[in-house]
């Protein structure tokens, strides 16, 4: 099994640039194809305007995000040229109201796609919707790498969180090429429940999994002594040294999460290292 078709999306190229050079890695160890989807957004909101407005509004402003990305494409040609990968660039316009279904169909063919934070400094609403259309509507898992962070160019210590969800386990069945390729993997269940089915070895039945497929996993149970799990996962990874966190994306409801906070939007906030997530 290997990753063969990678997409990015770049709105902005100092947002993404540390994406962008981390799918050019991840594409030339696995000797992928490349696709870069440059977008322009037209972040009109339809009935923002009077109506005697509203119809030039909106075409000034789809003229704009079309110049926007193909801006971008030009620069990303630019960057691209000379890679030693298969890679293709094109530029797309769409509105915000169906940024979700387009982003959906555009990544819903690859195998992975790597996308930067969603949130922090210069983010909007469209990063998290495109992190969320890959997840829920393209069925597709993301790489999510941090500002400013230098993919490895191998996978040396991976840490999966498992909490037993089918969240985390299409997450891990998605790293199977990054996990296979590490020296160890770490398989972090924290405050396992005093009566589940795994109660008596907690992470014992994924590891015999992975170790048949060649993965070298070992299991670390830990107690939840900081107030979110996110902080237990933060706090291990930066033990472990690790290179990579694999995780169920979302158990919550979004709608949840973006209220009252959860795991993985606590780790898309912050996290110092990449993160596989698939739903």
Not at 60 to 80: R, W
Not at 103 to 116: E, G, I, K, P, Q
Not at 251 to 276: C, D, Q, W, Y
Request: glycine share 8%.
């Amino acid at each position: 099994m290997a990753y063969k078709t990678i997409v990015t999306v770049v709105t902005d190229l100092d947002i993404d640039a540390s994406a962008l050079q981390a799918a050019i890695k991840i594409g030339r160890h696995q000797d992928a194809h490349l696709d870069i989807l440059c977008l322009g957004i037209d972040r009109t909101q339809p009935g923002f305007y009077y109506a005697g407005a509203n119809a030039l509004v909106i075409q000034d402003n789809l003229v704009q995000a079309q110049a926007e990305a193909e801006t971008l494409e030009s620069k990303v040609n630019d960057l691209m040229k000379g890679q030693d990968l298969n890679w293709a660039v094109s530029s797309a316009t769409t509105q915000m109201a169906g940024l979700t279904p387009f982003v959906a169909h555009r990544t819903r063919l690859a195998d992975m796609v790597v996308l930067s934070k969603p949130y922090g400094p210069g983010r909007g609403h469209e990063n998290e919707a495109i992190v969320e259309a890959c997840l829920f509507n393209g069925h597709v898992p993301v790489v999510i790498v941090p500002d400013g962070s230098d993919f490895p160019d191998v996978i040396d210590q991976a840490l999966i969180a498992w909490n037993e969800s089918a969240e985390a386990l299409s997450a891990i069945r998605a790293a199977l090429p990054f996990l296979l390729q590490a020296t160890a993997v770490d398989i972090t269940v924290i405050d396992p429940p005093p009566h589940g089915p795994d109660r008596s070895d907690p992470g014992g039945q994924l590891s015999q999994m992975l170790v048949r497929h060649g993965v070298k996993a070992e299991v670390s149970v830990l107690a939840k002594t900081m107030p979110r799990v996110s902080d237990v996962l933060l706090r291990h990874c930066g033990d472990k040294n690790a290179d990579l966190l694999v995780m169920g994306a979302y158990g919550h409801s979004r709608f949840r999460e973006s209220i009252l906070g959860g795991a993985t939007r606590n780790m898309l906030e912050a996290s110092e290292v990449p993160v596989l997530l698939a739903h």
